[in-house]
């Protein structure tokens, strides 16, 4: 019988839903080099367009639909006899639409900002503009609430502790490109928890047993093998 189960998606979860994966590869997100739309330096220097970049992945991620993969993981959390954490890189809240009550969102939120002179949190309206005052404190600061890459990620002592409770840690669509995420999976080995990824293709990190396929496929028949004890 499995305990509790850490699990860390990636991109390939929401794959089939529609939502394009950041490819490793070419550095490349929906045509765009990272460098210049998630990243600090990307916003001081152009933040049109990394809002309107933004606003369009607000817009897809609102008309996209959860797939077989997110509801099945939202079942294994609501019925496993132990703590199932969900700690996701995803920025959309396809977990939750699919009835998942609790989601790490450990790289922000696309539906959200937040006011980078006083850190409050709002959800974003559909189209956020550069001149939007927030609505706290009023200052024109405000940006998506989206960790980009050189910030520090959110929630990092709840996930260390989540790892540390975990009896299995399983990685989801996630190429484990992306710091500190694709370390996690090393820390559960050094810490004795067994590994498993499930992906579209193997990756190179090392884990106790890999299975390739769609996220659709083999979420819900791990998860079904979990659940059947
Ligand atoms: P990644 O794009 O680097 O890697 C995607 C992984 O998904 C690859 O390993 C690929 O083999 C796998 N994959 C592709 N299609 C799949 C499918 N149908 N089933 C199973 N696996 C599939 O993704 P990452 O490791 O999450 O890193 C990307 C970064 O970009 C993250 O920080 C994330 O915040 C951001 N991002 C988020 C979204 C989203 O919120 N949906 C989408 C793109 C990028």
Redesign the pocket.
């Known amino acids: 019988m499995t305990g509790a189960i850490f699990i860390l998606?990636?991109?390939?979860?929401?794959?089939?839903?529609g939502?394009?994966?950041?490819?490793?590869a070419d550095g490349l997100?929906e045509d765009h080099r990272?460098e210049d739309v998630?990243t600090p330096e990307a916003f001081q220097r152009d933040p049109k367009l990394v809002q309107r970049f933004y606003n369009e992945?607000r817009r897809q991620?609102a008309e996209a639909q959860p797939n077989a993969?997110h509801k099945a993981l939202a079942k294994l959390q609501k019925n496993h006899n132990a703590p199932v954490y969900l700690v996701?890189?995803?920025?959309?809240d396809?977990l939750e639409r699919s009835g998942a009550e609790q989601v790490i969102h450990m790289?922000g939120a696309?539906k959200d900002a937040l006011c980078a002179a006083c850190a409050h949190r709002w959800t974003a309206p559909r189209e956020m503009q550069v001149a939007d005052p927030c609505p706290s404190c009023g200052q024109p600061k405000t940006r998506p609430d989206?960790?980009w890459f050189g910030e520090i990620p959110y929630h990092m002592d709840v996930i260390q502790d989540a790892i540390e409770d975990s009896d299995l840690f399983v990685s989801?669509?996630?190429?484990?490109?992306?710091y500190p995420?694709?370390g996690f999976g090393q820390m559960a080995r050094h810490l004795g928890i067994k590994t498993l990824e499930?992906?579209?293709?193997a990756?190179n990190a090392p884990f106790d047993v890999q299975r390739e396929?769609?996220?659709?496929d083999?979420v819900p028949a791990w998860v079904d093998e979990i659940l059947r004890g």
């Open positions: 998606s990636g991109a390939g979860l929401s794959a089939e839903s939502l394009r994966t950041f490819r490793a997100w990272v998630a992945r991620a993969a996701t890189q995803n920025v959309d396809l790289h696309v989206i960790v989801i669509g996630t190429s484990g490109t992306v995420a694709a499930l992906n579209l293709e990756s396929g769609k996220a659709s083999i």
